[in-house]
């Protein structure tokens, strides 16, 4: 039985910053920003989007196409959680009118998160191949202003629905796994900003996926030529493109083109959003989906990378008519609507989402109609609403 992947929801809060005004206003080089680093926008969350609201609004763009009663399992992965003991998961099971019996939790390992309730979702859809289970990936990474991690900033989600015959992508047994306990990224409980060894962080990712890129090709016995395109977590998209080098080095001609143009295609939409942790190696797979014409059965290798730190390597294998199931028109009418902001007018935004609002005080959210928003809260209770 295949189980994988079958619809992919994104969203993107509703404003960004050019990285060209955030290079000029830091006093840096703008080609730093968009050669060195490889970002060309950064999306910005407003005190009314966190990662509940983010992750309602993108499974929002396919739940009226799939059957809400088949749904048995929903996990929620993220970095940026808005409760110590409530998972973000309930929150989205109300506001996507889910059954009660469904099973709805939270995990958490930096960005692994989603791979991590993806591959918890898969073994769930093979044990109950009737059910289906929606996995959430939703963050805001957030370094602060005025820090080197500031480029490498964004928000976002990205919702998947896992089911058996999946129309997007079935997923192939096996992985690849390695974790270390280091400290390259981290953010204690009193700390809304991340702390991280920056340097450091980008040389423990690449070891950790030649790590786990070669211990999956010598446990399936595969080269680096049977695969059609890789896709890497993207925390700025200079660290995937190091990564897809170290993966084509000694390859053959055609094998480095190949695996050269899916990367490009990639990597588009992190680009013009950012880092959005646990969902930024998925928003990978949506922008290849987009971005590139596949065969059917094209193998798809996965590299996730979560820092503290634990990576995975996977693959899937693309279904025959996933196009049906991408909108490349819908994505960029999200981000060409986006409202560009100066730099002084991110760094208010940025810094008063710092600050929990005042219990009681009724936030409203400056979205279009029908987006999904965080309220505020009554009685110390979370309210998210839909415009
Ligand atoms: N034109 C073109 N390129 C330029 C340039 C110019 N004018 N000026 C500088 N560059 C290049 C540099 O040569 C360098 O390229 P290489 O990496 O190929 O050497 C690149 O721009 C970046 O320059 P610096 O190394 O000097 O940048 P920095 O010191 O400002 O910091 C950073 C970069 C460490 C990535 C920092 O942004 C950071 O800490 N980011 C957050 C941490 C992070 O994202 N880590 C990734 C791995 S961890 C992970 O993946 C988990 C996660 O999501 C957080």
Not at 1 to 13: A, C, L, R
Not at 322 to 331: G, I, L, P, S
């Amino acid at each position: 039985m295949q189980v994988g992947i079958d619809k992919i929801g994104f969203f993107t809060p509703n404003k960004y910053v050019d990285m060209v005004d955030l290079a000029n206003a830091r006093g840096e080089d703008p080609n730093k920003f968009l050669i060195g680093i490889g970002q060309k926008e950064m999306a910005v969350a407003d005190a009314t989007q966190d990662a509940v609201s983010m992750g309602i609004n993108a499974t929002m763009q396919y739940l009226d196409k799939i059957e809400k009663d088949k749904v048995g399992l929903l996990v929620f992965g993220t970095e940026s959680g808005v409760d110590q003991s409530k998972s973000a998961s309930l929150f989205v099971k109300s506001a996507l009118k889910l059954k009660p019996e469904v099973r709805a939790f939270e995990v958490k390992e930096a960005c692994f998160g989603l791979t991590a309730a993806l591959m918890i979702a898969r073994d769930f859809v093979r044990v109950h191949p009737d059910q289906t289970a929606i996995v959430i990936g939703s963050d805001i990474a957030r370094y602060g202003v005025n820090t080197p991690g500031e480029v490498t900033q964004g928000a976002g989600a990205i919702s998947l629905l896992v089911k058996k015959d999946p129309a997007i992508l079935s997923l192939n047994d096996g992985h690849s796994a390695y974790s270390e306990d280091i400290n390259d990224f981290w953010r204690p409980n009193n700390s809304k900003v991340a702390m991280v060894d920056g340097k450091y962080s980008t040389q423990v990712y690449l070891d950790f996926f030649t790590n786990t890129f070669e211990g999956y090709k010598k446990q399936k016995n595969w080269n680096t030529r049977d695969f059609n395109a890789i896709l890497y977590h993207l925390p700025f998209t200079k660290q995937g493109l190091k990564a897809n080098r170290l993966a084509i080095a000694d390859q053959d001609e055609a094998t480095v083109k190949r695996l050269e143009d899916s990367f490009e295609a990639s990597k588009q939409l992190s680009m013009r959003v950012g880092n959005i942790y646990t969902a930024s190696l998925y928003m990978s797979l949506l922008s290849l989906l987009e971005n590139k014409q596949l065969e059917p059965n094209s193998l798809v290798g996965m590299f996730s990378y979560g820092s503290g730190a634990m990576a995975e390597f996977f693959s899937g294998n693309i279904a025959d008519g996933y196009e049906k199931e991408v909108n490349v028109n819908k994505t960029n009418e999200m981000l060409d609507g986006r409202t560009q902001l100066s730099v002084d007018e991110y760094e208010k935004i940025f810094n008063d989402a710092l600050i929990d609002p005042i219990d009681g005080q009724e936030l409203t959210s400056d979205e279009k109609s029908g987006v999904w928003y965080f309220a505020g809260t009554q009685n110390h209770i979370r309210q998210y609403r839909q415009k």
